[in-house]
């Protein structure tokens, strides 16, 4: 790659911007007031803004190895705590991806170095829905089920944080779980039932 080509492109990107609205630069200076946070994948074929319709402050975006929501993160949970807390977003989502190469590789035999801790959560999801996960027989499909069940635990975990449990009881914070398919370029739904999830985890899990 031509690293003078991305300047390049970025000179026009402005130019486009200035030509719509002239003091595009200025607005965009002035602040953020994004009405989401996207946390997900950092594979380069998933680019939060872009799939969703969305441009320049519009969404405050987290993105590291497989879309995780890990506690003992600090970049995670900072970034969730200033979006909840301080930007007051309205929805959090947490968006996986089919044919994600974290989570295949999360289910190999192989030592990945400095990998292995990361992708030992994933392994941990595995292991949670194990008995449904074996009785699939395409190996695919049975990939693309542990994204979307990762998606869950992933959604599960933010539903921990005790900075989206206040929100969701004060001001109704929504949390969704989406997987975007690679192949077709859409964005699913995975309608995950989070007032039955709250319900299930409060008794160890509520904060406070």
């Not at 990107?13 to 994948?41: H, R």
Request: hydrophobic letters at 40%.
């Amino acid at each position: 790659m031509n690293l003078d080509k991305v300047f390049q492109n970025n000179e026009k990107w402005i130019k486009e911007k200035i030509a719509l609205n002239a003091n595009y630069f200025d607005d965009l200076g002035k602040g953020q007031q994004p009405e989401l946070l996207y946390i997900g994948c950092s594979d380069s074929r998933v680019t939060a803004e872009d799939l969703m319709g969305l441009g320049p402050g519009e969404v405050f975006v987290h993105r590291n190895i497989a879309n995780m929501v890990c506690g003992t993160d600090l970049n995670a949970m900072s970034v969730i705590e200033y979006a909840v807390e301080h930007l007051k977003v309205g929805h959090v989502v947490v968006c996986g991806h089919y044919a994600c190469g974290g989570v295949k590789a999360a289910m190999q035999s192989a030592d990945l170095g400095i990998l292995n801790p990361w992708l030992r959560n994933i392994r941990d999801v595995y292991r949670i829905h194990n008995q449904e996960l074996n009785a699939i027989d395409c190996e695919e499909k049975k990939y693309d089920r542990l994204v979307e069940l990762n998606v869950q635990e992933q959604c599960i975990n933010l539903m921990k944080t005790s900075a989206v449990q206040k929100a969701y009881r004060e001001r109704g914070l929504k949390v969704h779980g989406w997987v975007f398919d690679v192949h077709s370029g859409r964005l699913i739904d995975l309608n995950i039932d989070f007032d039955t999830i709250l319900d299930k985890i409060r008794e160890i899990y509520h904060l406070d």
